[in-house]
């Protein structure tokens, strides 16, 4: 493949990934080659080989005879992300603690101004992005990339395992848990940053409700909303 070609290729698995990461497609979405190359100003081929590297990253699915189509968590599977969420962001935090810099802090608190901007002014999109960008961010400070690397999978797992179960009464992480963290990592309180990471996750482990109706999504809606050209 030409250099050029995966640069494309690369474009486009950044936009199915911020797409789920936003929360802008359910989980089971048909994924046409036709209508995400018109939609992402690209070629089928590009689009073809786009979906087979985030069918390998578990964020979509390839079926016999139907195509791909956006992955769709079963219980188990949600529970499953939850829990390596829990063990490796315990971790990112401990890690995040040791190797923290004023600059890293100064990039946090503006992130949190963000989130609240986005609370504001009700943006949904905006706040999901926000909140899981935040904990991604941990990781990036932790650097440890093995770390950051799974993370931006189980962040994504987790958009579409909460597209497809969270309760209607959500929040969208809890306003305070993350300003909490900043504070903590902050002063190098390792262990209470430890256990209010787990709370955190948890209490939205806890807004799971496993029955959830399947709804329609336009594609060409979703990736003009991102789009950027190729």
């Known amino acids: 493949m030409q250099e050029d070609e995966q640069s494309d290729v690369d474009k ?12 802008r497609l359910e989980p089971n979405t048909r994924l046409v080659e036709t209508k995400l190359a018109s939609a992402l100003g690209t070629s089928r081929p590009v689009v073809r080989q786009a979906l087979l590297l985030m069918a390998q990253r578990k964020l979509v699915e390839i079926k016999p005879n139907k195509g791909a189509e956006v992955a769709e968590p079963t219980e188990k599977q949600a529970r ?8 490796i ?8 603690c040791q190797n ?6 100064l990039k946090l608190r503006n992130h949190l101004k963000l989130e609240s901007e986005a609370r504001l002014t009700h943006d949904r999109h905006a706040l999901i992005r926000a909140t899981g960008e935040f904990h ?3 990781a990036e400070i932790a650097g440890n990339q093995l770390y950051l690397d799974f993370l931006r999978q189980l962040i994504a797992l987790s958009s579409l395992t909460l597209e497809k179960y969270q309760s209607e009464q959500v929040h969208h992480c809890d306003e305070s848990h993350h300003s909490q963290l900043v504070d903590l990592i902050a002063n190098k309180q390792q262990s209470e940053a430890q256990t209010l990471m787990l709370e955190h ?3 939205i482990e806890a807004e799971l409700v496993f029955e959830r ?3 329609e999504t336009d594609l060409e809606a979703v990736f003009q909303a991102i789009r950027k050209p190729l």
């Not at 486009?12 to 929360?23: F, G, H, K, N, P």
């Not at 499953?80 to 063990?87: A, C, D, G, M, Y």
């Not at 962001?89 to 995040?96: G, P, Q, T, W």
């Open 12 to 23: 486009v698995c950044d936009a199915i990934y911020q797409a789920i990461l936003e929360r």
């Open 80 to 87: 499953e992300v939850f829990q390596s969420r829990k063990l």
């Open 89 to 96: 962001e315990k971790e990112v935090v401990a890690l995040a």
């Open 100 to 105: 923290i810099k004023e600059t890293d802090l």
């Open 136 to 138: 991604i961010m941990l």
């Open 201 to 203: 996750l948890n209490d």
């Open 213 to 215: 109706p399947v709804k």
